[in-house]
């Protein structure tokens, strides 16, 4: 019995050795930056960068607007790594002027009176620089979810061996608590990835360009249907090509948040003649059917039924989980205009009978076939 003790202890020392492990690496990640900064030059640019080195009155910080990391929350200043490119073919002077004697309007606000002498331009430039070979910096999360995971089957694993064979802990109430708790949260966890498999609702991609529906639709009071105008009649609502943006940004050059950089990248699709590649947001599975001209044409229903306030949204987010549930809910109880509504006008003759026998006063979508599975599954 002593021997099977002591093998067992060895396996739970072992286990929780490869937890600690996995916890350590997730840390160990977050502290090994810039190894790849030597030599002083780049070091002197770095902390002239971050606004590390006192050069006068307004020292700025240029990190506070370009990340250096990577992010997943908006931002309308360009990232670092969109500096580095986009400055890439301009020569020292050029460059050292963009920063000291901005033209533009919101280049000069962002800019106002940067504090640098030309060598530390210089300097500055070679730290961006940089980041053309090594990329933006990973964020690494300080546990991920998969080491929790391991590290609750460990414990659950040890607290079960514990309690039947080696017996360091006298009171079972305890093994019990242990397992308890530990079970609780590893089918919390089993669970909520169950549940969000495949499902996107708050999903929100950065874009390739920093597209604003708030910027255009309320800002500008442009219409979803100028860009999205196949909503009505089509199966898809569409995403505009390039040259609907063109139709605008021929002339607007500038925006107000943004300045230039972002516009400028339109143009330079334009010219390269490559479409912008705009990252899909909702999506349904490829076994469900779903059609923009019913809902929007035929049903009448707005956007914002679906989609929420996109035009509040500087990045677009999914409002809805698009379940099977969301759709059957909404049948259920959205009501159709079924008299005024010419698509209706040669069917369903028994139901146009009772609307006008009042014995039925409204339809729902679901009455008239609306959770039928062949609807929406192909
Ligand atoms: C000036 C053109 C323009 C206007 C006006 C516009 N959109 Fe868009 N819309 C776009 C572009 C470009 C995208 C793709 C980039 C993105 O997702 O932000 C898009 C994306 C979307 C998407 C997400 C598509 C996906 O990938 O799932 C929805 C939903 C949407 N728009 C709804 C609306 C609604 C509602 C309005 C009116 C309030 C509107 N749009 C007005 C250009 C426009
Ligand atoms: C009907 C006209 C129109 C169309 C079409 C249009 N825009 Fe704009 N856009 C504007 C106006 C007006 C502004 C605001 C300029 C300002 O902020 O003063 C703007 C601003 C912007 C900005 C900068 C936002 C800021 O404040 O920094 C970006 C980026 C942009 N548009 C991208 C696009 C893209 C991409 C498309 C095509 C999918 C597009 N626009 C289509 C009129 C348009
Ligand atoms: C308050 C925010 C802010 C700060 C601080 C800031 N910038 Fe910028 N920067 C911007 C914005 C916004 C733009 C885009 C303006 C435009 O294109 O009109 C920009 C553009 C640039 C560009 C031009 C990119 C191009 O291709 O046009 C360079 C280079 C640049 N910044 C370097 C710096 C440096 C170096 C610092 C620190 C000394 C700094 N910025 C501090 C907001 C900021
Ligand atoms: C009944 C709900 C509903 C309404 C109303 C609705 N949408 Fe959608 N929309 C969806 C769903 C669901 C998808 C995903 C479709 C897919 O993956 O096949 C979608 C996708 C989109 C897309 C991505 C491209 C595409 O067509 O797949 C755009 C853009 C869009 N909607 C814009 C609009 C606009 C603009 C309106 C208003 C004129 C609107 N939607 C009204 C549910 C709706
Ligand atoms: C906000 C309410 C709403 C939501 C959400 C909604 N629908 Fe609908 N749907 C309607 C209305 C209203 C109609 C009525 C148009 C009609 O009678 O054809 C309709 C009709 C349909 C039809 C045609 C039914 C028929 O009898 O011909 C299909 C298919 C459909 N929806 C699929 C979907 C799918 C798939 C989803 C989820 C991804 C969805 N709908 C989400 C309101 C909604
Ligand atoms: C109003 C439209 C609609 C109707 C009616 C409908 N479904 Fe669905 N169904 C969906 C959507 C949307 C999904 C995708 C859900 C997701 O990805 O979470 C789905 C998914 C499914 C799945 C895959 C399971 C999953 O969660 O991905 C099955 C199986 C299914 N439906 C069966 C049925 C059957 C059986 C019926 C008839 C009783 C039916 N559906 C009627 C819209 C509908």
Not at 158 to 167: E, G, N, P, R, Y
Not at 178 to 193: A, G, H, N, R
Not at 194 to 213: C, E, N, V
Request: aromatic share 10%; glycine share 4%.
């Amino acid at each position: 019995m002593k021997k099977i003790n002591f093998y067992f202890a060895k396996i739970i020392l072992f286990f929780s050795l490869i937890s600690i492990f996995l916890v350590q690496n997730t840390f160990a990640e977050e502290n090994q930056k810039d190894d790849h900064l030597s030599s002083n030059e780049l070091k002197l640019g770095e902390r002239l960068f971050y606004g590390l080195i006192n050069t006068g009155e307004n020292t700025i910080n240029c990190a506070s607007c370009h990340n250096t990391s990577v992010i997943d929350t908006f931002n309308w200043n360009p990232s670092i790594l969109e500096i580095a490119l986009s400055t890439q073919n301009m020569d020292s002077t050029t460059f050292a002027n963009l920063l000291l004697n901005p033209v533009t309007k919101r280049m000069s606000e962002v800019h106002a009176n940067i504090p640098l002498s030309g060598e530390q331009i210089i300097l500055i430039r070679q730290y961006i620089d940089t980041y053309r070979t090594t990329g933006l910096k990973e964020q690494k999360k300080l546990v991920t979810r998969l080491s929790l995971f391991i590290l609750l089957i460990v414990i659950f694993i040890a607290a079960f061996v514990d309690l039947s064979l080696t017996k360091f802990i006298k009171y079972k109430v305890v093994h019990g608590l242990i397992i308890l708790i530990v079970l609780v949260f590893i089918f919390k966890i089993l669970y909520e990835d169950a549940a969000g498999l495949g499902r996107t609702k708050d999903y929100a991609p950065l874009q390739p360009i920093k597209f604003s529906h708030q910027v255009h639709a309320t800002s500008n009071k442009i219409d979803c249907m100028y860009c999205h105008h196949t909503a009505e009649t089509a199966k898809s609502a569409g995403i505009p090509s390039t040259n609907v943006c063109m139709n605008c940004h021929q002339l607007v050059r500038e925006g107000t948040y943004s300045g230039r950089f972002e516009i400028q990248k339109i143009l330079t699709h334009m010219d390269q003649g490559q479409a912008v590649k705009w990252i899909r947001v909702h999506k349904l599975p490829d076994h469900v059917f779903f059609s923009h001209a019913q809902h929007v044409g035929v049903g009448q229903l707005e956007c914002k039924d679906c989609h929420g306030l996109v035009e509040d949204m500087h990045l677009l987010k999914q409002e809805n989980d698009l379940s099977m549930g969301w759709c059957l809910d909404c049948h259920r109880t959205q009501k159709v205009d079924f008299f005024e509504n010419k698509y209706y006008e040669n069917t369903f003759e028994e139901y146009h009978e009772q609307l006008k026998n009042n014995t039925t006063d409204s339809l729902t979508v679901a009455q008239l076939g609306g959770e039928d599975c062949m609807k929406c599954h192909y």
